[in-house]
């Protein structure tokens, strides 16, 4: 069963569109209070919501700390958040805000060391790792500096550490609505033991019949935003489909 989860990118107290790791503010699309739409996600039936927090993630900002903490006050649902983890003690701040999972990326490249600590103290059902990626690159610091060190390079340091779950995105398609980079996704799930949700780059019904049929190699969950946002397809549609495990 492939499970959706809505993306709720949040920049300055406000819903963001994101193009390319780029938040942009549009408010006319995306609405202006985070919380509401956790509601209205929540409402058309999700089981599990996505957050990003930009401020923290590029500016090592807490502003929005307050924000996701009603999130999590306001739905009944798991809410994971991203943006910016730097230590043990912030990663900590973050889960007594109510989230109920952390993804980690640039930490496990900049701060290994730090990176694994969490891990250690908070487990494997409350911390993923993310690799973002730019041609089979990894991409940290907010999406914004490329390194070196590969794709497979990191999935495979992170699987031998155990993690169980990695965010998987590229960042050339995200919210670009160009269809998503399936042959990422199933190469790092073929190649590790981890879970993989997928983000970036569904613009509709045809991307997730595709990310569908890769469930058997690992690849067991999608997070999509700006498809949704711009009603790409009928939400209770998907939901009520996907839970029946038909495409």
Same mark, same amino acid.
């Given at each position: ?80 958040? $991203?943006?910016? +983890? ?16 952390? +993804? ?18 908070? $487990? ?43 965010? +998987? ?79």
């Amino acid at each position: 069963m492939l499970l959706i989860i809505p993306s709720i990118d949040i920049k300055d107290g406000k819903t963001v569109r994101v193009v390319q790791g780029i938040p942009e503010v549009d408010s006319a699309s995306y609405g202006d209070d985070p919380v509401e739409m956790a509601l209205i996600w929540r409402s058309e039936n999700a089981k599990f919501l996505h957050v990003v927090d930009f401020n923290c993630s590029h500016e090592h900002s807490h502003c929005n700390f307050s924000i996701i903490k009603s999130i999590c006050d306001s739905v009944i649902i798991p809410v994971e958040l $991203g943006g910016g +983890v730097s230590n043990l003690d912030e990663a900590l701040e973050i889960i007594d805000l109510g989230v109920r999972r952390i +993804v980690i990326g640039s930490l496990a490249v900049t701060n290994p060391g730090e990176f694994e600590k969490i891990f250690n103290r908070l $487990g494997n059902k409350k911390i993923s790792a993310a690799i973002d990626t730019i041609d089979d690159k990894v991409i940290i610091k907010g999406r914004s500096e490329k390194t070196d060190i590969s794709v497979i390079e990191l999935a495979k340091r992170l699987d031998a550490m155990g993690i169980e779950r990695c965010v +998987v995105t590229d960042v050339s398609r995200n919210g670009m609505l160009a269809g998503p980079n399936l042959r990422l996704s199933k190469l790092i799930a073929e190649e590790t033991n981890m879970k993989i949700t997928h983000s970036g780059g569904i613009s509709g019904y045809k991307d997730l019949i595709k990310l569908n049929e890769l469930v058997y190699c690992g690849i067991d969950s999608v997070i999509i935003g700006r498809a949704l946002y711009e009603n790409r397809f009928s939400c209770q549609k998907i939901w009520r489909k996907a839970e029946k495990g038909i495409f």
